[in-house]
């Protein structure tokens, strides 16, 4: 079977409507990541021991088991108890979750990383824990995490393409579609390898220089 | 009660599957892995060229996308693949790469004192390689290693959409006869989370019997 140019260029404007989907996907798991690594992180740190252990546990959990198997859990098993969920809704919540079991170490790091003086001080200037979170805490954690979560959302676009076994019509599940109408498969699967491949190469240059201007992290 | 049984033997079969796969992939990631990480510390501009493609290319190209490029591509191009031997080799490769970069990164972290001490020994670069870093270097490998193990332990589940019955597809078998969707579901969730607890386990013992010996060496 030869590759055929034509077919190629027949066949993209279907690729870029998936693409549009893979990036919204991503980007909404992104921001749904972060947050929810955010609170499992500071879950974990709270001095309430049962929920920092059952925290713990659930991420350790999501983090152990494949993510496929959760979008099914909540693609098939949740309507069940009555919460129907649309492909992409229930695909972001997914990549959510699961991603957000990941960053959750990276904000832990952060966060144990800034020095001891930092929370002194601010016991020592009299803030408030909340305060202390917010303006003091927070504010010298996240820098040195952003390569270290930007490293996280790439490899969680990478992940995306699992969306289209729920149903989700991102990029991969558009190209099946395609192969499977036309009988082709050489240039649809070939085009979604190579978009990767390209997104991935750009993101390890922002990568690069995401370390050169954030990471510097002192041992 | 019996049916139940029944369609538990089926998710018993799935699981055979998935641990042949992951014990195969692994296999085959551990043989990539060290010879794309030796390449990417050789003397030759050639093989660290050649191993540093292959590892971008893995790393930037989704899982799935490979498998699928495996199982519908390669055959358009004359190598007809069973699902299980496109599964190791994707599961394999993509996780070779991954691991590459391990085994590359612990070549480097051995002190360079210890590369001083085979050229005062008179070792050629293989014997000290084989003698003195790589020993070394092994054991800082270990725990990402088991990381990596669980990461292609869950990846297997991914092979379940190019219809190959391991746990994932026995689990949409099972829905698909059953219309139950929590047993099934949750079954396979705690069967994968089993597993990963028992490759951390394996790793960690290897490492403490590794470690043996090694006290006055490492810090």
């Known amino acids: 079977m030869e590759w055929d140019w034509n077919f190629v260029w027949e066949i993209m404007p279907t690729l870029i409507q998936g693409v549009k989907i893979t990036i919204l996907a991503t980007l909404l ?52 108890f009555g919460i129907l969920l649309p492909p992409l809704v229930a ?26 003086g930092q929370w002194e001080a601010a016991k020592a200037c009299n803030l408030s824990a909340t305060q202390t979170w917010t303006n003091i805490i927070i504010p010298q954690a996240i820098p040195p995490m952003i390569p270290a979560l930007a490293n996280y959302f790439i490899a969680m676009f990478k992940e995306t393409p699992l969306l289209s076994a729920i149903t989700v019509l991102e990029l991969m599940n558009q190209a099946k579609s395609v192969a499977n109408t036309y009988y082709r498969y050489i240039e649809p699967i070939t085009l979604v390898g190579a ?23 002192e041992r | 009660m019996t049916q139940w049984s029944g369609y538990l033997g089926l998710i018993l079969q799935g699981a055979l599957v998935t641990i042949e796969l992951t014990l195969m992939g692994s296999v085959l990631a551990l043989i990539m892995a060290f010879l794309a990480g030796m390449g990417r510390v050789s003397r030759f501009f050639a093989l660290r060229w050649l191993a540093t493609a292959y590892i971008e290319f893995f790393r ?30 994707a599961l394999g490769l993509n996780v070779g790469a991954y691991a590459a970069e391990v085994v590359r990164g612990a070549i480097q972290s051995v002190g360079r004192e210890q590369y001083e001490a085979c050229i005062a020994l008179n070792l050629g670069r293989w014997q000290g390689m084989r003698h003195v870093i790589l020993p070394q270097a092994l054991l800082i490998m270990l725990p990402t290693f088991g990381n990596n193990a669980i990461e292609l332990l869950k990846a297997t589940s991914v092979v379940s959409l190019i219809s190959l019955a391991d746990l ?27 597993l990963a607890l028992i490759i951390s386990w394996g790793v960690r013992s290897l490492e403490r019997r590794m470690a043996r010996g090694l006290d006055g060496v490492r810090v």
């Open chain 1, 29 to 80: 798991g992104s921001v749904l990541a972060a947050i929810v690594g955010l609170g499992i992180a500071l879950a974990r740190r709270s001095p309430n021991k049962a929920l920092s252990r059952t925290v713990g546990f659930l991420a350790e959990f999501i983090r152990g088991t494949p993510l496929l198997v959760q979008l099914y859990f909540i693609f098939y098993v949740l309507p069940d």
């Open chain 1, 91 to 116: 695909g972001v919540i997914g990549l959510g979750l699961h991603y957000g079991t990941y960053t959750a170490e990276v904000y832990r790091a952060g966060i144990d990383n800034v020095p001891r």
């Open chain 1, 195 to 217: 978009f990767f491949l390209v997104i991935s190469l750009f993101s390890v240059v922002l990568l690069r220089w995401l370390e050169h201007r954030y990471g510097k992290i």
């Open chain 2, 60 to 89: 930037g190209t989704s899982i799935f996308v490979q498998l699928f490029f495996a199982y519908f591509v390669l055959p358009l191009i004359g190598l007809e693949l069973t699902p299980l031997q496109a599964g190791v080799l």
């Open chain 2, 168 to 194: 994932t597809f026995q689990a949409q078998v099972v829905r698909s006869q059953t219309g139950n969707t929590l047993v099934p579901f949750t079954t396979i969730l705690i069967i994968y989370f089993a």
